[in-house]
């Protein structure tokens, strides 16, 4: 059974940073790669990043640049800086776990079998 537990949500002015925390359980991040997707009221789930199991990494076009997402492998640990925020930002983070390839990092959220309960990020105006 893979578990995930997203932390680092909260409340944030435009223009700031927060960093979301993914903890996976035991062999996740050898066996499965990870991504972040995001979601707001009335809209489908979409993705943001995601990383493989040998690190390489995919970002939407929307956040390109100003959000990274990087894993600890000691700590079992995938987390998503997010800089320069914007209202558009503001939703329901979630981090999910994928089988792939070993330098696949997927994009599509039918890819992903294993969902946290996800974060929640506010960005004021």
């Known amino acids: 059974q893979v578990e995930l537990v997203e932390s680092g949500g909260g409340l944030v002015q435009a223009g700031g940073s927060r960093t979301l925390s993914c903890a996976t359980s035991?062999?996740?991040?050898?066996?499965?790669?990870v991504g972040w997707f995001r979601q707001t009221p009335g809209r489908e789930r979409e993705f943001v990043a995601s990383?493989?199991?040998?690190?390489?990494?995919s970002h939407a076009d929307s956040v390109k640049g100003r959000f990274t997402i990087s894993r600890d492998l000691t700590n079992n640990i995938v987390a998503l800086q997010t800089t320069s925020l914007t209202p558009e930002d503001t939703g329901a983070y979630y981090c999910?776990?994928?089988?792939?390839?070993?330098?696949?990092?997927?994009?599509?959220?039918?890819?992903?079998?294993?969902w946290g309960q996800g974060t929640q990020i506010t960005v004021s105006s």
């Open positions: 990383i493989s199991r040998d690190g390489t990494t």
């Open positions: 999910a776990a994928a089988a792939s390839g070993y330098n696949y990092a997927p994009r599509r959220r039918t890819d992903y079998k294993y």
């Open positions: 035991g062999r996740t991040l050898s066996v499965y790669a």
